[in-house]
């Protein structure tokens, strides 16, 4: 039985950990926690914030995912999108699912995330 997820785990291109710190770390607000020592060799970093975990794994041929993407419930969504934007990071709007206000960034290296917030507490 499946109780939880663990982490989600995005792709990035070599070299690109400094970048990805500046945004998961000072945009996203998230914290960066240490990757145990034999995969730490391979590059990459982990970040989390509350009970979520993103891992970013470097892969040298990496192409960033268009659509496929997590999505992170967020509180006080306008202004993480504010928060977002004074970072330099896009934000783009979508008001297609019902009950939520949404939106979709990319992270430096093109990645796809989803942001949202439901309009009622559940």
Known sequence: MITAVDHVQLA?????????????VDALGMTEIPKPPVLAARGGCWFRTGGV?????????????RKAHPGLRVADIERYGSRLRAHGAPVEWDE????????????????RLEFLEPLTAV
């Not at 990035?12 to 998961?24: D, I, M, N, T, V």
């Not at 975990?53 to 995912?65: M, S, T, V």
């Not at 699912?97 to 992270?107: E, K, W």
């Open 96 to 111: 297609n699912l019902p009950g939520h206000r949404r939106f979709y960034s990319q992270d430096p290296v093109g990645n």
């Open 53 to 65: 975990q993103l891992h970013l794994g470097i892969e040298a041929d990496f192409r960033p995912a």
């Open 12 to 24: 990035a291109p070599p070299g690109s950990e400094e970048r990805l710190r500046r945004y998961y």
